[in-house]
């Protein structure tokens, strides 16, 4: 575009530059002065295009109400404030005269409570993500709240916005600014001031720029759509929660049909390198620890149960549905089995833990600082779980709302899982009463075990960005939970017990940090300083 194009668009379009650009700006400094580092990637979306803003509001919503009343008082602000921030951009970015101010703002209510409420879902799902960090739910919540944007996106501009979908050249419109957004979230993460400001203010042009182009396209697409009755979008939104409903049900099926094996005791001799294989969140036990065992002498694994030990010292086989449990009484298990094992071998323990296993061997360590362990590696690591929480039900406090929302969404999981999960049950409950003891306790440096983490590079959509931890880091291929289940993990855990050296590839490091700051975009932000210290159980 020619210098002086440039010139004539800026003066015709000063007001919807003004607000693309200042307002993430504002919202920058308000984040610095109350220390939310980690909401830093969401800044450039309260001026963003279509529903994005709506996307960007309700997490914040969803975090930080403290009562019942602040969220309906919050809910209230946010259509009302949404939706004359809309109707402003939207005016402004409208290609000759726009129509009258009342039709604009009758439009941009409409659509923002109507995009509030099919976004909601999708939030709740991040809400849950930021209190049990795990990267599927993430990948369940952030291509549906996508979907919902691109075919809602024209509301504010398009009055029969629920009989027709959007132009497909406002639609690309949309992805391309999915794309800017996430790729500004990336740019600010962990930066000085200077690049944040400088990152934000390329973030706020683009969304200008947005603005104007996917406009333009809804008004001159307007005249050749149809003008049928059918609420053809309002469907489609539906359709985009039942697609994610089924693709659960097929996968929870398919999940039933693991069979969680029984225990077959192995022969443990004095000497033996011995290692405790702790499975995470619906894993059986017992019969994973022969397999990693394989045809290695002198080494002895031995899974660890969630339901404990027999009176002969045995693990008690169980199903998935065992490990819905509190951390707390699975770190009292774990030390009876770890001492059994240390007594019977005469030497220290290895553990490798994957997943809800490194909550519990976290708190294991936590309890029990002298424990005879003296190798840890942590597989699919659950990081600083509590970045958001929730109050029992009945009592107020940070999230209320969310947890009621979360609770029915857990209900609806509790109808197509073969396991139970809750978002009141116990292991959700204890990570809420021990977040301040959990979040990076799982990666802390402790002098007396050799540690290591192995993150699948999926897990990086869900992990804090801007933090650096003091152990041994390497990243691989792959997604949550699915690690020590593979040959070549499995090969690297036999090479690492005995003290072989592991090491990871660059690239996927790379990748993983690069991943991981441009997802920050569409977490929820976390409560920061503003957490609760304590919270009573």
């Given at each position: 575009m020619p210098a002086t194009k440039v010139a004539a668009w800026f003066r015709e379009r000063w007001l919807l530059?003004?607000?693309?650009?200042?307002?993430?700006?504002?919202?920058?400094?308000?984040?610095?002065?109350?220390?939310?580092s980690s909401g830093m990637g969401l800044a450039g979306q309260v001026s963003a295009p279509g529903p994005f803003g709506v996307f960007h509001d309700l997490r914040w919503l969803f975090v930080f109400h403290d009562s019942v009343l602040w969220f309906v008082v919050g809910a209230a602000a946010l259509v009302v404030g949404r939706a004359?921030?809309?109707?402003?951009?939207?005016?402004?970015?409208?290609?000759?005269?726009?129509?009258?101010?009342?039709?604009?703002?009758?439009?941009?209510?409409?659509?923002?409570?109507?995009?509030?409420?099919?976004?909601?879902?999708?939030?709740?799902?991040?809400?849950?993500?930021?209190?049990?960090?795990?990267?599927?739910?993430?990948?369940?919540?952030?291509?549906?709240?996508?979907?919902?944007?691109?075919?809602?996106?024209?509301g504010e501009v398009d009055g029969g916005w629920w009989r027709r979908l959007p132009p497909a050249r406002s639609a690309g419109w949309m992805a391309l600014s999915f794309l800017m957004l996430s790729l500004s979230a990336l740019g600010v993460a962990g930066q000085p001031l200077p690049v944040a400001t400088a990152v934000l203010v390329a973030t706020g042009l683009f969304n200008a720029w947005a603005w104007d182009h996917s406009v333009r396209?809804?008004?001159?697409?307007?005249?050749?759509?149809?003008?049928?009755?059918?609420?053809?979008?309002?469907?489609?939104?539906v359709l985009v929660f039942a697609g994610v409903a089924a693709g659960s049900q097929i996968g929870f099926a398919a999940r039933a049909a693991r069979d969680p094996g029984v225990w077959v005791p192995g022969s443990l001799e004095p000497g033996d390198r011995v290692v405790l294989l702790v499975g995470g969140f619906?894993?059986?036990?017992?019969?994973?620890?022969?397999?990693?065992?394989?045809?290695?002498?002198?080494?002895?694994?031995?899974?660890?149960?969630?339901?404990?030990?027999?009176?002969e010292g045995d693990p008690l086989p169980h199903s998935g549905s065992a490990t819905d449990a509190d951390l707390s009484r699975m770190a009292a298990l774990m030390a009876r089995q770890v001492d059994n094992l240390a007594r019977q071998s005469g030497g220290p323990v290895a553990i490798v833990a994957e997943s809800e296993g490194t909550l519990v061997v976290t708190a294991y360590l936590e309890e029990y600082p002298s424990a005879p362990v003296d190798r840890l590696m942590l597989l699919s690591p659950i990081i600083d779980p509590g970045r958001a929480t929730y109050p029992d039900?009945?009592?107020?406090?940070?999230?209320?709302?969310?947890?009621?929302?979360?609770?029915?969404?857990?209900?609806?999981?509790?109808?197509?899982?073969?396991?139970?999960?809750?978002?009141?049950?116990p292991l959700a409950d204890s990570v809420r009463r021990e977040a301040p003891e959990l979040q990076g306790e799982a990666v802390s440096d402790r002098p007396a075990v050799e540690e290591l983490v192995v993150v699948p590079l999926a897990d990086a959509v869900a992990a804090p960005v801007g933090h650096e931890y003091p152990i041994e880091w390497i990243v691989v291929p792959g997604f949550h939970g699915g690690l020590r289940g593979?040959?070549?993990?499995?090969?690297?855990?036999?090479?690492?017990v005995w003290g072989g050296a592991v090491e990871g590839s660059p690239v996927w490091e790379t990748m993983g940090q690069i991943i991981a700051g441009t997802s920050s975009a569409w977490q929820v932000p976390g409560l920061g300083p503003w957490a609760p210290q304590e919270t009573e159980g």
């Open positions: 530059v003004v607000l693309a650009v200042g307002l993430p700006l504002a919202e920058m400094a308000v984040l610095r002065a109350c220390g939310l004359l921030l809309g109707t402003l951009l939207v005016h402004s970015a409208w290609p000759g005269r726009p129509p009258p101010w009342h039709v604009l703002i009758r439009h941009a209510l409409v659509i923002t409570a109507v995009a509030a409420v099919f976004l909601s879902p999708w939030v709740t799902l991040l809400f849950g993500a930021a209190v049990i960090p795990l990267s599927w739910l993430y990948f369940a919540a952030v291509p549906p709240a996508l979907a919902t944007i691109l075919l809602l996106h024209h396209a809804i008004v001159i697409g307007l005249p050749a759509r149809s003008r049928r009755l059918a609420p053809v979008t309002v469907v489609a939104a619906a894993s059986g036990c017992c019969d994973e620890g022969p397999v990693l065992q394989g045809d290695e002498a002198g080494l002895y694994v031995e899974q660890f149960s969630y339901w404990g030990l027999t009176a039900p009945g009592d107020e406090g940070f999230g209320v709302v969310a947890g009621y929302e979360l609770r029915a969404v857990s209900a609806l999981i509790d109808a197509m899982a073969p396991f139970v999960i809750s978002a009141d049950g593979r040959p070549d993990i499995q090969q690297m855990i036999r090479r690492w």
